[in-house]
């Protein structure tokens, strides 16, 4: 989900363009089509792209406005009466590699099985408007898990038509943000799903999603070399000082190889600062392993050596490519030209989900130069004064409301999480029931256990992923 605040850093002008938004969405998308080892070649593909006519608002029959969902299908292993399962999109453009390897195509090739993969509304080629003003957030008010519900929800009816194939079970896979929907999807139409696996789904709504970075330096501190936090503190508690006056400021541009003209006097111009600083740490813990961990804090290490030797530390850049850490520039480029889902996941961050990863904790060495207010002030300029702190709570209430928080109303639903990754602390970590079990995988990370097998994988990914199969098929009846 991943669904984390992070840095984009743009080529501009001779200089680079610092903002931080959830840009590091798209590294997570990559990273895990990177984990997908097709079993089957493109060339032999059995996909076909299929899609379907949904209604921008289920709830009002008054409203009678449509647009076309697209969605993939690939019958390569299916049989009559057998097993049905869809891979639900989040909050980008799906891709039919799920349908050629991970742990979904591996369940469908062992219980005869047909393959789906659904595209949320409003990301890829699901948009329900084909042009549309992305500074007004009218056009974005049917954006909600609850009318992607529905979506999904027509879907399966339509698939089991089609398939004439009754006695088939229905068997809902999400990953990240789409491990969410598969899990209400189970709660809110029981009788359409049979079962489902949820992958590292941040089941938990919270403004305030401190746990995130309280995860991140626990990793640093378990794998890390033996000094790494103190490091890490040190290296932090630096910044701050520096920030304190208008020399240090200076000192710090020089240092940090930051544009003359880049005013660190604006409040949440730092804060940007300190969101890009934290990043790296940040994606070694969800996307990394514990190797990755331990070599990024050997780094530090080794920097901090070689700056004790030098009349300033490291300048991280050549200086005709300086970094500006801009938050007027960060939400232009929200924006531009290829950015819509970008701006549409954070309009769902900002009125349903929070997920405000803040350093409001004192259990890191982070400092604490990250809050909540810079993540509604980063809702209120992309959507408007009306999108505040009041607005954020509004929706977490909801949506935990709705559908349970951590104790969500289900069942024949195995929820799976990397105890490396952040996310794990607002998910399902311990068994609800017999029949809503948890699997927590040691250092492993976000959603790793869906995509393809390899040779390297740990023991304890190998006994999740047949543990997993061995639970869905017992749910579905399949020996």
């Keep these: 989900m991943y669904l984390k605040y992070c840095t984009l850093i743009l080529l501009c002008n001779g200089y680079h363009v610092s903002g931080s938004g959830l840009f590091e969405l798209l590294n997570i998308y990559k990273y895990l089509h990177n984990q997908l080892h097709p079993e089957e070649p493109s060339q032999l593909s059995n996909i076909q792209t299929r899609w379907i006519e949904q209604k921008l608002d289920h709830f009002d029959p008054k409203e009678l406005r449509t647009w076309r969902m697209r969605y993939f299908q690939n019958f390569k292993f299916w049989k009559i009466n057998g097993p049905i399962y869809l891979f639900l999109g989040g909050e980008n453009e799906v891709?039919?590699?799920?349908?050629?390897?991970?742990?979904?195509?591996?369940?469908?090739?062992?219980?005869?099985?047909?393959?789906?993969?659904?595209?949320?509304?409003?990301?890829?080629?699901?948009?329900p408007y084909k042009k549309y003003n992305t500074t007004d957030a009218e056009y974005l008010k049917y954006l909600t898990s609850r009318q992607a519900l529905a979506d999904i929800a027509k879907l399966l009816n339509r698939i089991k038509s089609l398939l004439s194939s009754n006695k088939s079970k229905v068997v809902v896979v999400g990953a990240s943000y789409s491990a969410n929907l598969a899990v209400w999807m189970r709660l809110e139409y029981p009788k359409l799903v049979d079962a489902v696996l949820a992958s590292s789904g941040p089941v938990l709504a919270k403004k305030d999603f401190y746990e995130y970075i309280e995860k991140v330096s626990d990793n640093y501190e378990r794998y890390g070399t033996s000094n790494c936090s103190e490091n890490i503190k040190n290296i932090f508690s630096r910044y701050d000082r520096l920030f304190e006056t208008a020399d240090g400021i200076k000192q710090l541009k020089i240092e940090e190889n930051i544009c003359e003209e880049c005013n660190l006097g604006i409040i949440e111009n730092k804060q940007l600062f300190f969101s890009s600083k934290i990043n790296e740490f940040m994606t070694n813990s969800q996307n990394g392993n514990t190797s990755i961990i331990k070599n990024h804090c050997q780094n530090l290490e080794n920097s901090l050596?070689?700056?004790?030797?030098?009349?300033?530390?490291?300048?991280?850049?050549?200086?005709?490519?300086?970094?500006?850490?801009?938050?007027?520039?960060?939400?232009?480029?929200?924006?531009?030209?290829?950015?819509?889902w970008l701006l549409n996941w954070n309009y769902q961050i900002c009125t349903e989900f929070g997920y405000f990863q803040t350093l409001n904790s004192e259990s890191q060495p982070f400092t604490n130069n990250l809050e909540v207010d810079y993540y509604v002030k980063t809702c209120s300029a992309l959507f408007g004064p009306e999108f505040d702190e009041a607005r954020v709570d509004a929706g977490v209430k909801y949506i935990n409301e709705l559908y349970g928080g951590l104790t969500p109303n289900v069942t024949k639903v195995v929820f799976t999480n990397g105890d490396l990754d952040p996310w794990s602390t607002i998910s399902v970590t311990e068994d609800l029931s017999s029949e809503t079990p948890a699997i927590l995988i040691p250092r492993a990370s976000h959603c790793l256990d869906i995509v393809s097998s390899t040779k390297s994988d740990s023991e304890e990914l190998k006994e999740a992923r047949k543990q997993v199969k061995y639970l869905i098929k017992k749910f579905i009846g399949v020996e």
């Design 305 to 340: 050596q070689q700056s004790q030797n030098e009349s300033i530390p490291i300048i991280l850049e050549e200086r005709n490519r300086c970094t500006c850490y801009n938050f007027s520039a960060m939400i232009e480029q929200y924006f531009y030209p290829g950015n819509e």
């Design 95 to 127: 891709s039919p590699l799920w349908l050629r390897g991970g742990l979904m195509y591996e369940l469908a090739k062992e219980t005869e099985g047909a393959m789906f993969i659904s595209e949320h509304r409003y990301y890829g080629a699901s948009k």
